[in-house]
Antibody, heavy 121, light 107 residues
Framework: EVQLLESGGGLAQPGGSLRLSCAASGFSFSDYSMTWVRQAPGKGPEWVSTIGGSGSYTYYADSVKGRFTISRDNSKNTLYLQMNSLRAEDTAVYSC??????????????WGQGTLVTVSA | EIVMTQSPATLSVSPGERATLSCRASQSITNDLAWYQQKPGQAPRLLIYGASSRATGSPARFSGSGSGTEFSLTISSLQSEDFAVYYCHQYKDWPLTFGGGTRVEIK
C-alpha cells in the first residue's frame, strides 16, 4: 500500500523559513515524480511544485518561485520542500502527492494527509 | 495559465438521484483532466483521470466525459458517502491548475 506521511509544518513568522518532509513507502520511490500541493483554509487545491523521479527537473508555481525549493533523497524515500521568505498567504495545509509516471505533469494518486503551515506574527 | 471553472458551486441532490458536475477549461486541454473527491478532514481522492478513465477503487457509479474545454462528472445514483466536494484538475500544461470545486450536499 502506498503511504505518504508529511511532517515539518507549524507556525512561522512572516519572512521566516520552514522545511517540510514527506516520507514515502509502498512503492519504488525513485521511479515516480512527486508533487507538493497546498490548500488554504476553506479553499481548493493549489499546485506548488513538482520534481522528477531522478530529481533532474523541477517545476514551480509563480507564487512560490524563488522562495521555495523542492528536493528529494531517493536513498531515504523522502521528498522535501524548503520554504523561505514565508508570507501570510502561504498559510495552508501542504500535502505531497505521487505522480503516476517518472516524468511529472499528470494526475495525483494518492495524496498525503498534509501538514499545516501557519504564517503569522 | 489555464483557468478551470466548475459549476455549479453547490449541488443539492437527494440520495439515489443522478448528479452531473461541470468543469470548463479556458483553452483546450484535450483529455488531460482528472476529478477528485474530498471529504472534510481528508485528502483529495482520485476518481477519474484522462477525462473518462476510472481510478482503481473508484465505484462504477462515477463516470467522466468530455474533451477539449468542456467536461463533466456524473454520479449515477448518489450514495450517502458521495456527499463531498469535487475538484477538476488539468495537467495539459504548467502550471497545473484546479477548479474551485463543486459541493454536493444532501437535498
Amino acid at each position: 500500500e502506498v503511504q505518504l506521511l508529511e511532517s515539518g509544518g507549524g507556525l512561522a513568522q512572516p519572512g521566516g523559513s520552514l522545511r517540510l518532509s514527506c516520507a514515502a513507502s509502498g512503492f519504488s520511490f525513485s521511479d515516480y515524480s512527486m508533487t507538493w500541493v497546498r490548500q488554504a483554509p476553506g479553499k481548493g487545491p493549489e499546485w506548488v511544485s513538482t520534481i522528477g523521479g531522478s530529481g533532474s527537473y523541477t517545476y514551480y508555481a509563480d507564487s512560490v518561485k524563488g522562495r521555495f525549493t523542492i528536493s528529494r533523497d531517493n536513498s531515504k524515500n523522502t521528498l522535501y520542500l524548503q520554504m523561505n521568505s514565508l508570507r501570510a498567504e502561504d498559510t495552508a495545509v501542504y500535502s505531497c502527492a505521487k505522480d503516476p509516471l517518472q516524468e511529472g505533469g499528470h494526475w495525483f494518486d494518492p495524496w498525503g494527509q498534509g501538514t499545516l503551515v501557519t504564517v503569522s506574527a | 495559465e489555464i483557468v478551470m471553472t466548475q459549476s455549479p458551486a453547490t449541488l443539492s441532490v437527494s440520495p439515489g438521484e443522478r448528479a452531473t458536475l461541470s468543469c470548463r477549461a479556458s483553452q483546450s486541454i484535450t483529455n488531460d483532466l482528472a476529478w477528485y473527491q474530498q471529504k472534510p478532514g481528508q485528502a483529495p481522492r482520485l476518481l477519474i483521470y484522462g477525462a473518462s478513465s476510472r481510478a482503481t477503487g473508484s465505484p462504477a457509479r462515477f463516470s467522466g466525459s468530455g474533451s477539449g474545454t468542456e467536461f463533466s462528472l456524473t454520479i449515477s445514483s448518489l450514495q450517502s458517502e458521495d456527499f463531498a466536494v469535487y475538484y477538476c484538475h488539468q495537467y495539459k500544461d504548467w502550471p497545473l491548475t484546479f477548479g474551485g470545486g463543486t459541493r454536493v450536499e444532501i437535498k
